[in-house]
């Protein structure tokens, strides 16, 4: 019958000097982005009832706010999880529960499989647009 070990990883001082640090990082990142989504926002819907107050044209007020709000619901994501797993790392380190800490590590891990995708399909997209440009013959075409 083949026995197998179980090795437990833990972390040593330096270790946990290093995820602290990185606790306080990611705090100021996610408060930092959630400033920033606000600000996006409220500048969107400001931009949108300046047009409609002036031009009175939903229709464009409303195409030139949307990638306003778009960049703002994309960038919510990654700044949630860079906040979660500051809060799940901060309570794992002060009570030392590992429960917390795998919780934490999971909202990393969330953290960066959402910007690995997301550089995915912006690198498609911009393959993409090159391409498009290329065979309407943009790329090349001088302006003048």
Known sequence: MDTQEHKKLQFDEDGIIELQEMRKWTYILSVF???FIGFVVISG???FIMIMMNYNAAEMASWQVAPL???GAVYFLPVYYLFKFSVYSRRALTDLNNKDLNISLRYLKLHYRFMGI??????AFYVLAGFIMLFKGQLFQSPY
């Open 33 to 35: 982005g959630f400033i």
């Open 118 to 123: 997301l550089l995915v399909l912006l690198f």
């Open 69 to 71: 709000f778009l960049l």
């Open 45 to 47: 819907g400001a931009y």
